[in-house]
């Protein structure tokens, strides 16, 4: 969908953004542009809808080299969401998203009905049509550019740190927005971010950038942790790669189970009898915390008698989440939820490790690169 060949950009001052750069983003993917400030993240993606042009090369959209079309029809049709939405103060927020209809000829009724089923899509109530966007939050304001940039169906979305002004557990319910509407819609995204664990999140290929405007590595983000290029990328990664990359291992082999339960409301005669750490639930089955060995319920078990549990581990997906779970549980047992959050059972860190290691055998058995 996206091709730059051999893109140079360099300013009548004498800096040089991008260096002969070259890279393709497939069709309904969503491809991330990451780096250090100054790398030239930003310009590159700048270059898809004409707000800069290159200094040399082509950058080709469908196939058409962009210098072809019209800068503003070309912008008209490509989706573009910034830091903090960028929405007009001085429109509700219905209006914000109908902008870009209207642009095209669609009647304001047309227009506002399309901005009512954008909203809804984004995960907001369609009464927060009616407000501006100083009365929304910062997270809330963002739904609302990508709805906005969403608004008259581009095939292309380009994305300029998008989230990088809300806090993180906003930003995380943003990122897994973003994947959930890139399942049902299938945009061409081009993402950029100087987050490496953003990058690897989202991105189906990662594009890391180095100071200069050099592409150091394009890669998919599990590759680019198993076999970095280079120092500067290993070192813009992380030390901890080794665990990051569990997000792409599946959880097949991990077996759940059971520990010792009690649920909200019982009394102590409902204690197993066996002392040890014993799992809360609420009547939906859903986990509420631990009781410490050998506690004793005073009276009819209330959630202020626990000990706060860790992270949950939602059966398959990744064994990073297993991991974690066990990792963060005071009781050293990770807690496995279904999709509705109801109980399942537990995993030991060991069991995940051993798992792991088992899976390395194998490939190592087998001849390949483990």
Known sequence: MIEFQSVHKQYGNGTVAVQDLSLTVEA????????PSGCGKTTLMRMVNRMID????????????????????????????????????????????????????????????RAAELLERVGLPNDLGKRYPVQLSGGQQQRVGVARALAADPPVLLMDEPFSAVDPVVRADLQDELLRLQDELGKTVLFVTHDIDEAIKLGD???????????????????????????????????????????????????PEQADTIRIGDTSADVPSRAGWVLALDHERRPRGWLLPDATVDGQLTE???????????????????????????????????????????????????????????????????
Do not use: K, M, W
Not at 28 to 35: A, F, H, N, S, Y
Not at 63 to 76: F, H, N, S
Not at 83 to 96: C, E, I, S, Y
């Open 28 to 35: 309904g993917t969503i491809t991330v542009l990451v780096g």
């Open 54 to 113: 290159p200094s040399s090369g082509s950058v080709l959209l469908d196939g058409t080299d962009i210098r072809e079309r019209d800068p503003a029809r070309l912008r008209r049709g490509i989706g573009y969401v910034i830091q903090q939405a960028g929405l007009f103060p001085h429109r509700t927020v219905l209006d914000n998203v109908a902008t870009v209809p209207r642009l095209f000829g669609n009647s304001r009724r047309d227009a506002r009905r």
């Open 205 to 255: 290929r990662v594009a890391v950038l180095r100071q200069g405007g050099y592409l150091a590595q394009y890669a998919a983000p599990d590759d680019l942790l198993a076999e970095p290029a280079d120092d500067f990328v290993t070192s813009f990664v992380g030390r901890d790669r080794g665990y990051r990359r569990l997000s792409f291992l599946d959880s097949q082999g991990v077996c």
């Open 304 to 370: 202020n008698q626990l000990l706060a549990g860790g992270s949950l581990y939602t059966e398959g997906t990744s064994l990073r989440g297993a991991l974690d779970a066990a990792l963060s549980a005071p009781s050293g047992l990770g807690v496995v939820v279904d999709a509705d959050g109801a109980y399942v059972g537990v995993v030991t860190a060991r069991h995940v490790l051993d798992l792991i290691e088992s899976r390395r055998r194998s490939v190592t058995t087998e001849g390949a690169v483990p």
